[in-house]
């Protein structure tokens, strides 16, 4: 089991941008990472996913180009770099860890971190 704790998340103009971390209590190399989001009243959505050793990620159509993920092994660590942000992406953003092959649906993975506010202001 591994525990996931986020932080990185605020208030920020649009056009602005973020950095999010995720710190995992033990080593990350045997998981699929990926980011998802829930805006208020709003349904858990998929940001990005990142296989295992990283450079493979797939992100949702809503924010390519403008937010990337990437992940550091050693570090136990996974990040989500969010820039040129939209009052859209205001949501709770949150990691998570997946033991089987990559996917893009939140209930395929394991382990979930509590989540960080992120504010978009217009």
């Known amino acids: 089991q591994v525990q996931l704790v986020e932080s990185g998340g605020g208030l920020v103009q649009a056009g602005g941008h973020l950095r999010l971390s995720c710190v995992a209590s033990?080593?990350?190399?045997?998981?699929?990472m990926g980011w998802f989001r829930q805006a208020p009243g709003k349904e858990r959505e998929f940001v990005a996913v990142d296989s295992r050793v990283g450079g493979n990620p797939e992100y949702a159509d809503s924010v390519q180009g403008r937010l990337t993920i990437s992940r550091d092994n050693a570090k136990n660590t996974v990040y989500l770099q969010m820039n040129h942000l939209k009052p859209e992406d205001t949501a709770v953003y949150s990691c998570?860890?997946?033991?089987?092959?990559?996917?893009?649906?939140?209930?395929?993975?394991?382990?979930w971190g509590q989540g960080t506010q992120v504010t978009v202001s217009s």
């Open positions: 033990g080593p990350i190399r045997n998981y699929v």
């Open positions: 998570a860890a997946r033991a089987g092959p990559k996917a893009t649906t939140g209930e395929r993975f394991d382990y």
